[in-house]
């Protein structure tokens, strides 16, 4: 299935919604996705839409829990 490309314009705006950090965007042989440079958390991309949900997000090998992400991660507004 071929996906809709990521709008460049778009993906400089984004930031991971926990640790408020830049993302790199990597394609994988799983799929797409968006990458916290903080943390590591992985958020899909489907259809060419960033699914920024951390619920939605893989978890870093290491981190059982988003929570525990959370208080690992986790920068305030």
């Known amino acids: 299935m ?3 490309p990521l709008d ?7 930031r ?3 640790t408020l950090s830049k993302l790199k965007h990597t394609t994988e042989a799983d799929g797409e996705w968006l990458i916290s440079e903080v943390g590591g958390l992985k ?3 489907r259809d ?3 699914v920024m949900l951390p619920e939605e997000a893989t978890l870093p090998e290491g981190v ?3 929570e525990e992400f959370r208080k690992r991660y986790h920068r305030p507004r």
Do not use: D, K
């Open 43 to 45: 958020y899909p991309i």
């Open 2 to 4: 071929a996906t809709r």
């Open 48 to 50: 060419g839409i960033p």
């Open 8 to 14: 460049a314009q778009l993906f400089e705006m984004l």
């Open 16 to 18: 991971c919604p926990v």
């Open 64 to 66: 059982a829990s988003l």
